[in-house]
């Protein structure tokens, strides 16, 4: 048996896990006593603040000066100011400025965090707050919205300068303008949509399920037809309409996100990981992943060294 091959990269790869105890107002934070469940944080850049990261917390996080390259979990994009970005509980992030000034950027970030399980609980109570679950739900992929720079800056502003309940209404406006935004992209390239219903969501989880656990082995979709009772071409509209893709894209991109992590997370040879995400061909592989990510595995690798806030 060949054993798996490695290269030489930064030693520590994992996403550093932000806890309160480290949020001291010091770096920006604003104090307990001042907070309830909305949290606003300005920063600048460079600051300690600016690593590979995640947090149980949602983070809209709004850049306001200079421009470089977005890292949210394995998407790499670049941002200018005006980038505007909801992140979802436990999704790693990072954002490095490349045109940094002489004296740093003092106010780069105006950035809101917040937590899941009170709006959730309040909403079974109150349904105007069902209105966001949609938006949150797009969030644990990463939300990059378009055109929205004046209004968030002045939301951050508004919410910012307010306290208590009326901080609290302020924040829900904001979050109810970005729920009705339309111009927006997901930063993953798996989601869920359309799905009606128990019985449809549990079918849809059974066969991702499968396919994520299984991705070295061959996927067949008239198998998983024929498990479900359906034909081919039935279980293909009903894919379709499920996921967004359709079934080979689908394997596709789940792949291609498994083979994005082993980039950023091992040292294995991209020859090495192509074969353990379940592609038999390097050459579809790296079409593929072109395809996807716009970019090779091997740049892909090289800007996500990049994350860490140094040169790889």
């Known amino acids: 048996m060949t054993s798996v091959r490695h290269r030489h990269l930064p030693r520590h790869r994992e996403p550093e896990l932000e806890r309160d105890i480290t949020r001291s107002p010091s770096l920006g934070y604003e104090a307990p ?3 309830g469940l909305v949290r606003c944080l300005a920063h600048g850049f460079p600051s300690p603040l600016v690593r590979w990261h995640f947090h149980e917390e949602y983070e809209l996080h709004l850049i306001t000066e200079t421009s470089g390259k977005a890292f949210i979990g394995d998407w790499i994009g670049p941002f200018e100011p005006g980038h505007l970005v909801l992140c979802g509980p436990r999704l790693p992030h990072n954002w490095i400025s490349l045109d940094v000034p002489a004296g740093g950027a003092a106010g780069r970030d ?3 965090q917040f937590r899941h399980e009170p709006i959730e609980r309040a909403a079974a109570e109150i349904p105007e707050l069902r209105e966001v679950l949609q938006l949150l739900e797009r969030a644990r992929h990463g939300i990059e919205f378009f055109d929205f720079a004046e209004c968030a800056l002045a939301h951050w502003d508004a919410v910012k300068a307010a306290r208590g309940l009326r901080r609290f209404a302020l924040f829900c406006n904001y979050l109810a303008d970005l729920a009705q935004c339309t111009d927006y992209r997901l930063l993953s390239n798996v989601q869920m949509q359309g799905v009606e219903g128990d019985a449809e969501v549990d079918q849809i989880n059974v066969i991702v399920n499968r396919i994520t656990a299984n991705l070295a082995e061959p996927i ?3 198998d998983i037809a024929a498990e479900l009772g359906m034909s081919e071409s039935r279980f293909s509209r009903f894919f379709k309409r499920s996921t967004g893709n359709s079934f080979t894209d689908f394997v596709n991109r789940v792949r291609i996100n498994s083979a994005c992590h082993l980039l950023m997370q091992t040292d294995h040879y991209v020859t090495d990981i192509c074969y353990q995400v379940g592609f038999n061909n390097v050459a579809n592989f790296n079409r593929r992943f072109l395809e996807i990510k716009g970019m090779t595995p091997t740049e892909f690798r090289r800007q996500s ?8």
């Open 33 to 35: 006593e001042e907070t």
């Open 110 to 112: 105006r950035v809101i």
């Open 220 to 222: 067949v979709m008239a």
């Open 305 to 312: 060294d990049h994350r860490f806030g140094g040169g790889a």
